[in-house]
């Protein structure tokens, strides 16, 4: 009997200067037990499961619903699960295309034809730093989150929106 194996897609993002202008600003605040994502991206979607052997027929999935290019519009910060209890601290992203409905339409084509989802997909948007202690992490709010958030403000009044051309599709199997 084959297993199931993970797959993850996203869209590959470059602009590696804007992240190091927010990295250089914020790393003083972040505190310790929240880690920063190197690999900048639009994720479509963290957690498929499709039997071994068969990610070119899930890659077909995809690219069915998903354009190999897209254009995104980073506007703003914003926290997940809260504002006041950020596990996440990612950047807002709009596309030039109707993302949660393609997100709802492939999770659906992938259970459909033999494949299912591992948790359900999040609006679009860019990881910049994510919480160490996941288990634990709800209960613990850093201690600077007032100051943290300022910090963001300053970053967006200073350099968003800005706009992403030409992102790159990318299936790949889960780490």
Sequence with gaps: ?????????????NFHSLTKQIWS????????HYQKELNLHITIHPR?????????????????Y???NINARITDFYYHPTNHQPMVICLAVDTDINFQQRQRELCNAIERNGGSTV?????????LYKSKDKGKGFRRIPPNVNQIKTRCDKIRAKNLP???TDA???VEKAK
């Design 48 to 64: 498929f499961q499709f039997l071994e052997g068969e990610k070119e027929r899930f890659k077909h999935y995809v690219y069915e």
């Design 25 to 32: 600003v914020l790393d003083e605040e972040i505190p310790g």
């Design 162 to 164: 800005i706009t992403v």
């Design 168 to 170: 790159k599709l990318v």
């Design 66 to 68: 998903f354009p190999q």
């Design 1 to 13: 009997m084959s297993r199931k194996v993970q797959y993850w897609t996203y869209y590959d993002l």
């Design 119 to 127: 948790v359900n997909p999040a609006p679009p948007h860019v990881t």
